[in-house]
């Protein structure tokens, strides 16, 4: 059985960088993109960094230049490095693991990890 476990949230001042993990136990994922989505209160969720197998990523444009996302295949890991953190960052932040392309619903989504709060704090 396929889980995906993220750390690295936590309450961070205007303007950090902290770095997001997700790991995957169980079958391997490596032919699976993945995509770590945020949900706010109040708001849609959005998907805003996109990693296919071969690392071609893609971001939504409320955090392109600010967010990094990458992938360890030895460690079945993916990363989401967030920097120039501001109060608007502040969400629940799931990782996901899909077959389908960068604008693929959430729906499409086969596996999700349980998410971590980064709280960005003015």
């Known amino acids: 059985q396929v889980q995906l476990v993220e750390s690295g949230g936590g309450l961070v001042q205007t303007g950090g960088s902290p770095r997001l993990s997700c790991t995957a136990s169980g079958p391997t994922l490596r032919s699976y993109a993945k995509g770590w989505f945020r949900q706010a209160p109040g708001k849609d969720g959005q998907v805003v960094a996109y990693?296919?197998?071969?690392?071609?990523?893609v971001y939504a444009d409320s955090v392109k230049g600010r967010f990094t996302i990458s992938r360890d295949n030895a460690k079945n890991t993916v990363y989401l490095q967030m920097n120039s953190l501001q109060p608007d960052d502040t969400a629940i932040y799931y990782c996901a693991a899909t077959l389908r392309g960068f604008g693929a619903p959430a729906r499409d989504y086969d596996y999700w990890g349980q998410g971590t709060q980064v709280t960005v704090s003015s």
């Open positions: 990693i296919n197998s071969i690392g071609r990523t």
